[in-house]
Nanobody, 109 residues
Framework: VQLQASGGGLVQAGGSLRLSCAAS????????MGWYRQAPGKQRELVAS??NYADSVKGRFTISRDNDKNTVYLQMNSLKPEDTAVYYC?????????WGKGTLVTVSS
């Protein structure tokens, strides 16, 4: 199973980005997909999964999923400099968690 994330980049504060993550390989069913992030010097944290959101992104980020394409999206609006991090997608397949390589999001002030 491979997870390929895309959509990261440099954006000014207040701007928007949309991340995508497509799962490929021997996939029979995906139990869950989500997004995590890791800022420099900090631990990896959950951003959004299913209907759960980190408090810091509630009302600004929206997770969605296209089951036919085995793809999960993260729409990020009203971005803040503190959202700067490497964003990782994750999928749980047959009770095993898989990670993508991450995509860098940089928000300038």
């Amino acid at each position: 199973v491979q997870l390929q994330a895309s959509g990261g980049g440099l954006v000014q504060a207040g701007g928007s980005l949309r991340l995508s993550c497509a799962a490929s390989g021997s996939i029979f069913s995906i139990d869950g997909m989500g997004w995590y992030r890791q800022a420099p010097g900090k631990q990896r944290e959950l951003v959004a999964s299913n209907t759960n959101y980190a408090d810091s992104v509630k009302g600004r980020f929206t997770i969605s999923r296209d089951n036919d394409k085995n793809t999960v999206y993260l729409q990020m609006n009203s971005l803040k400099p503190e959202d700067t991090a490497v964003y990782y997608c994750s999928a749980i397949i047959l009770s095993r968690r898989y990670w993508g390589k991450g995509t860098l999001v940089t928000v300038s002030s």
